[in-house]
């Protein structure tokens, strides 16, 4: 991934991914991102256009690897920080944030979607992160939740 912080309001970015899959399958992918920040910490709001591109050599029904795939993704990303010391490079994260999501696809499946967060660093090695989300188009849906904890050494 290729980032390029060419203003403290806008980030665009590059990527690109080749992977081998142990059926010999390979899959190749390339994508361009521009996060913009809208509103600045406490109250961070963001908007991210992403355009993303990936395809299998060999298509297959055993799982799903389309060929020449793409979509396209508007997300709109509202965090709130409540920091009990401030917003400083290596301050305790404490925060929540709402997430929306619009993406339409090589199909002309508009899929969308929401996201619950929340974030709490205990200290300086351990944190936790729960994430809820949900989110549908005409062929897909997809709700869930994550909770990691994470400890730094």
């Known amino acids: 991934k ?3 912080n060419a ?7 590059a990527d690109f991914r080749y992977s081998w899959i142990n059926d010999g399958n390979r899959r190749t992918g390339a ?4 996060l913009f920040y809208i509103l600045y910490e406490p109250h961070r709001l963001t908007f991210d256009a992403r355009f993303e591109y990936f395809t299998f050599r060999n298509p297959t029904t055993d799982y799903w690897s389309p060929e020449n795939y793409w979509s396209t993704t508007a997300t709109i990303h509202w965090r709130h920080f409540f920091n009990p010391h401030g917003m400083y490079f290596g301050a305790l994260e404490r925060y929540y944030g709402l997430q929306y999501r619009f993406q339409i696809d090589r199909g002309n499946f508009p899929f969308n979607g ?3 967060e929340f974030h709490y660093d ?8 729960f994430e809820a989300r ?6 897909y849906y997809d709700f869930g939740s ?3 904890m994470t400890a730094r050494f």
């Open 7 to 13: 203003h403290r309001r806008w980030i665009p970015s």
């Open 122 to 129: 205990f200290n300086r090695r351990l944190g936790i992160h």
């Open 31 to 34: 994508g361009t991102s521009q």
């Open 146 to 148: 994550d909770l990691r």
């Open 114 to 116: 929401g996201a619950f």
């Open 2 to 4: 290729l980032e390029f």
């Open 134 to 139: 949900g989110g549908r188009s005409q062929v």
